[in-house]
């Protein structure tokens, strides 16, 4: 049985009506939101997608995903606390939902579509409306300027709409007063947020439980979910070894492996191309995800689809580890039916001008290549993955 979140599903006693009613009243918001500007001042030839990067049925039970749920409960030390989450917004200051976004990612370990939600959540705070209305037309500008900040990033376009579809979907808003339903957005806004922000540690704890005493695992590219699944593993005594992947031309495979080498966990690192080479000594390849999309496929890392197809070919399971607000509406058929992500590459040599070079920084795998996804939502298989998009954005 597999089992669905109680962050994401909400009451299903709404009516047909109501439901319609809103649906109709998000359409005339949408047609009255004006066309943000794009804040992104970064050369338009490589992305911010890259660029953030750079700087910093399913088979699992409910009982399984609530003792992970319960594994995180507490903050760890370093953690966001409760006076982070609701820190007020200088009355002397004009309001930007750009720089409270930029805030928030100047944290590390915080995830882009995160800091997205949490300056969403800052905007209902600061909000000056007087009406529902009003309220949710800001909302909607600030969502929309938060996505025209890098349309290249597949995270934070599905973590906005996530956010506005959590937030404002309630029937109950129909029949309160102003303040207690800015009060109960304000509410549902930082819950979301605060689930958002323990999902890698829940993906964590379901996914160390498939990584047995001796095994070899191949890694590729720098996921955060997965150096903390690879943690998480490592302090419950585990012993295992890793291969990671060079990950050119950003290297972040190296720096996943000076990572890994922190934690005393045996690595060795791999040019990309010996990845076939290598694969017989393989027991699992665990990957992160820009995006898991409606067929149940990921977009991840340039890089990413090829090892899936050696991986399948020799039997090996290859294990995907990605947050629920991932999760996007988009169906790719091919490998150039996505927005580009452009990225600078530097072969350390003069490249002549009638030479084209391929700047794309992510591809596209199949559901068919994959063998699990380790989500915040419980253990999946990508067939699930339009089950729970049709639940998430329903």
């Known amino acids: 049985m597999w089992h669905r979140s109680a962050s994401f599903i909400l009451d299903k006693r709404e009516n047909d009506d109501v439901l319609s009613s809103e649906s109709r009243r998000m359409s005339s918001l949408s047609m009255a939101a004006e066309a943000p500007q794009q804040p992104n001042p970064n050369n338009p030839n490589i992305s911010a997608y890259y660029q953030t990067r750079a700087a910093h049925h399913g088979v699992v039970t409910s009982d399984w995903l609530a003792q992970a749920q319960a594994a995180v409960g507490h903050s760890p030390d370093g ?39 949490r300056a969403l959540a800052s905007v209902i705070r600061s909000s000056e409306a007087t009406t529902m209305m009003e309220l949710e037309i800001e909302l909607k500008k600030a969502s929309d300027s938060l996505k025209s900040w890098d349309t290249t990033s597949i995270s934070l376009t599905a973590g906005c709409d ?83 992947t060079e990950g050119r031309p950003d290297r972040s495979g190296l720096r996943f492996s000076n990572e890994l080498a922190k934690l005393d966990v045996p690595v060795k690192l791999l040019i990309d191309s010996a990845v ?43 294990y995907v580890a990605a947050e629920s607000y991932k999760f996007a509406r988009l169906y790719p058929l091919d490998q150039k039916d996505m927005v580009p ?54």
């Open 162 to 244: 996530l956010f506005m579809r959590y937030v404002t979907r309630t029937s109950a808003l129909e029949y309160e007063d102003f303040n207690s339903a800015k009060s109960r957005l304000l509410e549902r806004a930082e819950k979301f947020g605060e689930i958002s922000y323990k999902a890698r540690k829940i993906i964590a704890m379901l996914g160390q439980d498939f990584i047995f005493d001796g095994c070899t695992i191949l890694v590729h590219g720098f996921s955060r979910v997965v150096l903390e699944l690879l943690k998480t593993a490592a302090q419950n005594r585990k012993v295992f070894r890793v291969l990671c």
């Open 79 to 117: 953690a966001v606390t409760e006076n982070s989450l609701s820190k007020t917004v200088d009355s002397g200051k004009t309001f930007s939902v750009i720089d409270e976004f930029n805030n928030w990612r100047k944290q590390p370990d915080l995830a882009e579509a995160v800091a997205a939600i």
């Open 276 to 318: 076939a080479y290598s694969m017989d000594e393989v027991d699992m390849i665990f990957v992160g995800a820009d995006g898991v999309v409606e067929s149940g496929g990921i977009i991840n890392m340039m890089g990413t689809y090829q090892i899936a197809l050696v991986a399948k070919s020799m039997n090996k399971p290859v």
């Open 341 to 394: 992500a452009l990225r600078p590459i530097d072969f350390g040599v003069p490249i002549p001008s009638k030479v084209e070079v391929e700047t794309s920084a992510r591809d596209y795998t199949p559901p068919q290549y994959l063998t699990l996804l380790f989500t915040d939502l419980g253990v999946l298989t990508p067939s699930v993955v339009s089950d729970e998009l049709i639940q998430l954005y329903l």
